[in-house]
């Protein structure tokens, strides 16, 4: 196991590495450059913009001096917000993104795997229909769709709800409803098939035999073996809500790093781009490998030096 984990943990460098070179090359070939969105700067102002940050150097030294910053561990200061590093920046958002992702994961988790339970156990029935139903409806429903809709049901015609902000518990709602109804519709597919896959199986029958209560059955036998496929794919999944919470924080008006992202995009922040980027790539890796190392830890047939079965 502490082999297999030193080597995930190296294969992360070159990945990292890789993201950086491509995040850098794409920022950079974009038309304009990070004055161009305020007013119109007198030609010296703008000289003396880029010798300051560096921009007015070649591409591969700028290149190579933020490598070289990267392992001093300095990110940059952002352009956007001066007098603040990156770190400075991120540091305001990374909590409520990653509250806002853990809440929508866990909703996702306590949703969707009962539901693809009950599914698989109603086989081919009205509640095995209709969970289905509910799942693809969530699973093809845009978030900034959903997100929209729940605000003008909730919000404005109902006013039960707050339409944005964060901070509060009422604020928390929408978001993470919004943020967690595609993950939920997911993870009922998967549990769904894994459990009629475990179904048929002879432990299962030995089980029923031996005159165990149905809830035992299911809990400690066809669930336990079902959570294999459903773990694999829990990994990708709670990235995807940290990563992927920009556009419900931008719906919503929450003040995490999505949101920062953005901005930094429209206003061509270089140094907040590439420190996101890397964060959001870092969040992917690390979810991943805490994935793999579950997979390892829970199915023996799994040999943690190859990392298969």
Do not use: C
């Not at 929209?148 to 919000?155: G, M, Q, R, T």
């Not at 420190?275 to 830890?297: K, M, P, S, W």
């Amino acid at each position: 196991m502490s082999h297999y984990l030193f080597r995930r943990l190296l294969e992360l460098i070159p990945v990292l590495l890789f993201v950086t070179l491509i995040t850098f090359t794409l920022m950079h070939l974009a038309p304009g450059d990070p004055w161009d969105r305020q007013r119109t700067l007198p030609p010296t102002v703008r000289a003396n913009l880029n010798a300051y940050y560096a921009l007015d150097q070649p591409l591969p030294v700028q290149f190579g001096r933020y490598l070289l910053g990267l392992l001093r561990g300095d990110l940059g200061v952002s352009f956007s917000n001066p007098g603040y590093s990156v770190q400075e920046v991120l540091g305001r958002g990374i909590a409520v993104t990653m509250h806002l992702g853990l809440l929508a994961g866990t909703a996702a988790v306590v949703t969707g795997v009962p539901l693809g339970v009950l599914a698989a156990l109603r086989q081919n029935r009205p509640a095995d229909y209709l969970s289905m139903l509910v799942a693809i409806i969530g699973y093809t429903t845009p978030s900034f769709v959903l997100g929209l809709f729940l605000i003008v049901i909730f919000a404005v015609e109902l006013r039960w709800l707050p339409p944005g902000g964060w901070g509060r518990p009422a604020q928390v709602v929408l978001p993470v409803i919004t943020l967690a109804t595609a993950p939920t519709a997911i993870l009922a597919r998967y549990t769904r098939a894994s459990m009629l896959d475990v179904r048929d199986h002879d432990f299962v029958r030995t089980a029923h035999a031996k005159g165990l209560r149905e809830y035992v059955v299911i809990t400690r036998h066809m669930l336990r073996n079902a959570l294999g496929p459903i773990i694999t794919v829990l990994g990708p999944m709670m990235a995807a809500l940290v990563t992927g919470s920009f556009v419900v924080e931008q719906i919503f008006r929450i003040p995490g790093i999505g949101r920062l992202y953005v901005s930094a995009i429209f206003a061509r922040d270089y140094p907040l781009i590439m420190g996101t980027t890397l964060l959001y790539a870092t969040i992917v890796a690390v979810f991943n490998l805490v994935v793999d190392l579950l997979a390892v830890a829970l199915d023996p047939r799994v040999d943690a030096t190859q990392g298969r079965v």
